[in-house]
């Protein structure tokens, strides 16, 4: 394939997503993973409004500082930063939207009685839930995405998935 001067100034559409993996104080398959139900979702009739916190990084962001911009007008976190980098999931176009490429990072643990902050017209709530309960409240994708983000805290080793398939660590 040739590519012209357009084909990088204009590139095709690809969305890059920012999202975090927060875990309670909790130990092993009891901490809980912090999840957010999301409007949009819930106004498309979407089975699985819930999802990990985050968002997508705009055409001038950085993805680190996409990530804290995002962090931070969704849970009212200041001055946060990405921890690890956990999981790097390809995600195919469907159902209306464009393909996107979701970073994954660590974002730490959250103490007990930690203010949480919701911007109310995207997000209606959030609760910390456990392993045994994810498929109750996400969809099998994310799943499958937040089993390996945590798989990958375990081992130190990044994971890149494509639409929550674990295809290799990176290292």
């Not at 040739?2 to 997503?17: A, E, I, K, V």
Request: glycine share 12%; net charge negative.
């Amino acid at each position: 394939m040739t590519h012209d001067d357009n084909y990088f100034t204009n590139p095709p559409s690809c969305r890059l997503g920012a999202l975090a993996v927060f875990l309670d104080e909790k130990e092993g398959d009891d901490a809980g993973v912090l999840i957010v139900r999301k409007v949009y979702k819930d106004a498309k009739g979407n089975p699985f409004p819930w999802g990990l916190v985050g968002g997508s990084v705009l055409g001038h962001e950085r993805i680190s500082d996409g990530w804290s911009r995002e962090i931070g007008e969704e849970t009212g976190f200041t001055d946060v930063e990405p921890g690890e980098l956990l999981v790097v999931d390809d995600v195919p176009a469907s159902n209306g939207y464009a393909k996107g490429v979701n970073f994954v990072f660590f974002g730490g643990r959250i103490k007990e009685g930690t203010p949480i902050t919701l911007p109310a017209d995207e997000l209606s709530e959030y609760k910390f839930v456990s392993r045994r309960d994810w498929a109750e409240y996400l969809s099998a994708h994310d799943v499958r995405r937040v089993g390996e983000a945590l798989n990958a805290l375990t081992t130190g080793h990044t994971v890149y998935l494509v639409h929550g398939h674990k295809i290799a660590a990176v290292a």
